[in-house]
């Protein structure tokens, strides 16, 4: 009996420390509370404010939800009932209309376990991993909201989460507003820009004679909305999560809080983190400069157009990308991206690593490079129109060839003779073979006659030296010539065995499921081998290289097919979640 009126006179004293003393006992008081507060609000805020927080906001005790705002900011507010962080929700609001923002609200709807003897449903919103149906709902929410404020703004979301700073010790009763901070993601980009827009805030409410300080003590924040987004960055993407908690008097009451709000929006707008669709545009005249450090901006905007470029088809969706990237990252110069030159290369770099980050959806880093390098081929062979009968995978093993002149004659070969990817890739190796020099027909057919003229050229020398030295004896003339002649041919068919044996090994090489089978196992042995000639054993390893690239290409090739197939399916799940959330509206 003594700890249960221990424990009611401790809540007790929490309610009547909060907010204002107005006990909610019945549906009667709620509805009076908040048409006393209406009438109070109308003196404050402005016509069109007013217009539209009369259409939005009425009726009350309901979840409210607005995705129309330009900006990358959602204001968010958990509580809100009467005695609960009271007028947040309404604070809330008046914040999203100063920065062009949405919101998600309780507007009275839940209240908390503190507050359980009084009006109104039980649900604690801001304890995210609760196993309540309503707080998930309210989670869902948020992060689909998050989600689209992503897509809209093509920057990272700013979350502002309002609370109520009486929920604290004692000790803290002497300042006004307290700003959350994570000090366990201190060598994190989320630290980083969160930290930011924390110091911008700090320092422009502490301008306007507001008492604020940083909670440091996270501990707090555990199991909590601003807890629980952090620990999804890395699923949901960069995220800047900004708790502030206020106390009532003279911060939230009504007669303060229209003004409570603009200081707070005024403080946010001045943070480089804060983004309004049509302010994005950046000068294109602008001079290039070498970067010293990664555009995040880029990075993020980047990372999300490259993963929608995915869902379409796969060869348009390679080619946009490469022209992207190009424009984005190269300056939109062809030469740089043919040389691997970015002016904007530490952010390419983090691109990439952010991408592995992003899931299966995400492009890998030799998709990119593959990208790139399709962009340049098109650009290079626009005027040629056999290109552009190619397969995608004829123009991905194209990539290897550096010369553009042996490119063009491969694109009217593939063409002309329709080589499967087989017949390409024995045509590659054997241009690769000749140290990537491609010895046209014509010119092979000149080399070979020219050494066919210099044996029979060897043959008549000899022949005239006999003469010369009045080898008179016809049968010995003969006999010498024959000999000779015999030689040459035994040589020419020694060397020709030697080249057959190469030219058959190589056969094999080109085939990985003949090379590699049991019958052929004597074939990959040291002793058999070093049968090859010094500069032979160059071109087979030259050629296995070549071969494993081109396999390690082809996986490349069918997984991104692969990821893009997930892609869909995941862009279905977004949609009937989206279907989900407006039905339970």
Request: with cysteine.
């Given at each position: 009996m003594k700890l249960d009126f221990i424990k009611y006179f401790i809540k007790g004293l929490i309610l009547m420390n909060n907010n204002n003393h107005t006990q909610i006992n019945s549906k009667e008081i709620f509805d009076q509370k908040i048409n006393n507060d209406r009438k109070k609000l109308k003196q404050i805020i402005n016509q069109a404010t007013l217009l539209d927080f009369e259409k939005n906001f009425f009726p009350e005790a309901s979840i409210k939800r607005s995705l129309k705002g330009l900006s990358n900011v959602i204001v968010v507010a958990p509580y809100g009932f009467f005695g609960d962080a009271e007028n947040t929700d309404y604070l809330a609001y008046l914040i999203s209309k100063e920065l062009n923002a949405s919101y998600l609200i309780n507007n009275k709807k839940y209240k908390s376990v503190l507050n359980e003897n009084s009006y109104g449903e039980i649900a604690d919103l801001n304890k995210p991993y609760l196993e309540n149906e309503n707080t998930k709902s309210f989670i869902n929410k948020l992060l689909s909201s998050i989600s689209a404020i992503r897509i809209k703004t093509s920057c990272p979301p700013i979350v502002i989460i309002l609370l109520d700073i009486e929920k604290k010790s004692a000790e803290n009763g002497s300042f006004d507003i307290y700003l959350t901070m994570d000090y366990e993601s201190q060598n994190s980009d989320y630290y980083k820009s969160s930290l930011n827009i924390s110091k911008t805030i700090f320092n422009n409410l502490n301008k306007n004679e507001y008492k604020i300080s940083y909670e440091k003590r996270i501990y707090f924040c555990k199991n909590t909305i601003f807890h629980f987004l952090i620990k999804k960055i890395n699923e949901i993407g960069l995220v800047n999560v900004v708790q502030i908690k206020l106390k009532y008097q003279g911060i939230r009451d009504i007669e303060n809080i229209s003004i409570t709000a603009k200081n707070i929006a005024d403080s946010l707008k001045n943070t480089k983190e804060y983004k309004i669709i049509g302010n994005l545009t950046?000068?294109?005249?602008?001079?290039?400069?070498?970067?010293?450090?990664?555009?995040?901006?880029?990075?993020?905007?980047?990372?999300?157009?490259?993963?929608?470029?995915?869902?379409?088809?796969?060869?348009?969706?390679?080619?946009?990308?490469?022209?992207?990237?190009?424009?984005?990252?190269?300056?939109?110069?062809?030469?740089?991206?043919?040389?691997?030159?970015?002016?904007?290369?530490?952010?390419?770099?983090?691109?990439?690593?952010?991408?592995?980050?992003?899931?299966?959806?995400?492009?890998?880093?030799?998709?990119?490079?593959?990208?790139v390098n399709l962009s340049i081929d098109y650009e290079d062979f626009k005027n040629i129109k056999k290109y552009n009968k190619l397969l995608l995978s004829h123009k991905i093993l194209l990539f290897t060839i550096s010369n553009r002149k042996i490119k063009e004659f491969l694109i009217e070969e593939i063409v002309d003779n329709s080589y499967t990817i087989n017949q390409l890739r024995s045509r590659i190796a054997e241009i690769k073979q000749n140290n990537n020099d491609y010895i046209e027909e014509k010119i092979i057919k000149e080399i070979e006659e020219k050494k066919n003229d210099l044996v029979n050229n060897d043959i008549k020398n000899e022949s005239k030296i006999i003469e010369d030295n009045s080898i008179k004896d016809e049968d010995k003339k003969n006999d010498l010539v024959k000999s000779n002649a015999s030689k040459s041919e035994s040589k020419k068919s020694t060397n020709k065995d030697k080249d057959n044996y190469f030219s058959n090994f190589v056969d094999i090489l080109k085939k990985p499921e003949i090379l590699f089978n049991s019958a052929n196992r004597s074939k990959l042995t040291l002793k058999f081998l070093s049968k090859f000639k010094k500069s032979d054993l160059v071109n087979i390893k030259t050629l296995t290289l070549q071969k494993k690239m081109e396999i390690q290409m082809e996986i490349e090739v069918l997984n991104s097919m692969l990821k893009e197939q997930n892609s869909i399916i995941e862009k279905y799940d977004v949609f009937i979640k989206s279907l989900d959330d407006i039905l339970l509206d």
């Open positions: 950046e000068t294109l005249n602008a001079v290039v400069l070498t970067e010293t450090t990664p555009d995040y901006n880029l990075v993020e905007k980047a990372c999300k157009r490259l993963t929608e470029i995915i869902s379409k088809h796969y060869e348009n969706a390679m080619l946009e990308a490469g022209k992207y990237i190009i424009k984005e990252f190269y300056n939109n110069e062809i030469e740089r991206a043919r040389n691997k030159q970015p002016y904007k290369e530490k952010s390419l770099f983090q691109l990439i690593q952010q991408l592995k980050k992003s899931g299966a959806k995400a492009p890998s880093k030799s998709w990119i490079y593959n990208a």
